[in-house]
C-alpha cells in the first residue's frame, strides 16, 4: 500500500493564485521529499525536509512537517501556468529495512492563465 | 554530465516475448531504483540496488529480474512479457536514501 497519500487529487487555480497539497503518510520517517512530474516525463526533485524539521522554504516553494499528525503541506505561491504539473510526496520510513522511498498517487495541478 | 538516462525512450513487445531496459547514470551514486508508472498513479519500487553486485526486491518484482554489474548501470529485464507490464518504466538514482533522487526520463512500454 502507499505509505504517503496526497490531497487533493486534482486542484484546478487562475495564476497567481496559491496552491496548496497535503501528504499523510503512515509510519515513521527519516525525511519526507516533494517531487514534480510535468506530463510525460520524468521526476524533478523540488525539495527535501527531515523528520526533525517543521518548515523549509525554496524560492515560491514552502514546506511544512508534522510528524505529530504524520502529514506534510506543500504550498506553492503566486502560481503560473507553468506550475501546472502533477506534484508526488515520497517518504523514506523508518525501520523496514527497505532503504528506498515511498511514493503517493500524486496532486495533479492545473494553473489557469 | 548526462545524469539518469534510460534505453530504449519506447518499446512495443508480444506477449511472452523478453527485453531489456538499460539505466545509466554518471554521477557515481551508490543507489539506484526501477519504478513502473500506470495511468494517474504514483510510482512503485520494482527493485533496486545499494550499489555494485546488490539488489533488492521492493512492492512488485514479479515478473522482473534485474542486475547491476557495474556501478554506473542498473538493467531490468522482462523475461516473459505480460500485457499488465504495460507501463512507464523509470529509473532513479541517488548517493542515498537521505538524499533527493534523479530520475530518468523514462521508459514506455507496451505489452499486446
Known amino acids: 500500500s502507499q505509505q504517503g497519500e496526497e490531497d487533493p487529487q486534482a486542484l484546478s487555480i487562475q495564476e497567481g493564485e496559491n496552491a496548496t497539497m497535503n501528504c499523510s503518510y503512515k509510519?515513521?520517517?527519516?525525511?519526507l521529499q516533494w517531487y514534480r512530474q510535468n506530463s510525460g516525463r520524468g521526476l524533478v526533485h523540488l525539495i527535501l525536509?527531515?523528520?526533525?524539521?517543521r518548515e523549509k522554504h525554496s524560492g515560491r516553494l514552502r514546506v511544512t512537517l508534522d510528524t505529530s499528525k504524520k502529514s506534510s503541506s506543500l504550498l506553492i505561491t503566486a502560481s503560473r501556468a507553468a506550475d501546472t504539473a502533477s506534484y508526488f510526496c515520497?517518504?523514506?520510513?523508518?525501520?523496514?529495512?527497505?532503504?528506498?522511498?515511498?511514493f503517493g498517487s500524486g496532486t495533479r495541478l492545473q494553473v489557469q492563465p | 554530465n548526462a545524469g539518469v538516462t534510460q534505453t530504449p525512450k519506447f518499446r512495443v513487445l508480444k506477449t511472452g516475448q523478453s527485453m531489456t531496459l538499460l539505466c545509466a547514470q554518471d554521477?557515481?551514486?551508490?543507489?539506484m531504483y526501477w519504478y513502473r508508472q500506470d495511468p494517474g498513479m504514483g510510482l512503485r519500487l520494482i527493485h533496486y540496488?545499494?550499489?555494485?553486485?546488490?539488489?533488492a526486491k521492493g512492492e512488485v518484482p514479479d515478473g522482473y529480474n534485474v542486475s547491476r554489474l557495474k556501478k554506473q548501470n542498473f538493467l531490468l529485464g522482462l523475461e516473459s512479457a505480460a500485457p499488465s507490464q504495460t507501463s512507464v518504466y523509470f529509473c532513479?538514482?541517488?548517493?542515498?536514501?537521505?538524499?533527493?533522487?534523479?530520475f530518468g526520463p523514462g521508459t514506455r512500454l507496451t505489452v499486446t
Open positions: 532513479a538514482s541517488s548517493p542515498s536514501p537521505l538524499y533527493e533522487q534523479y
Open positions: 509510519t515513521s520517517i527519516n525525511n
Open positions: 525536509i527531515r523528520s526533525n524539521e
Open positions: 515520497a517518504t523514506d520510513a523508518k525501520d523496514t529495512g527497505r532503504r528506498a522511498l515511498t
Open positions: 554521477m557515481n551514486h551508490e543507489y
Open positions: 540496488s545499494v550499489g555494485e553486485g546488490t539488489t
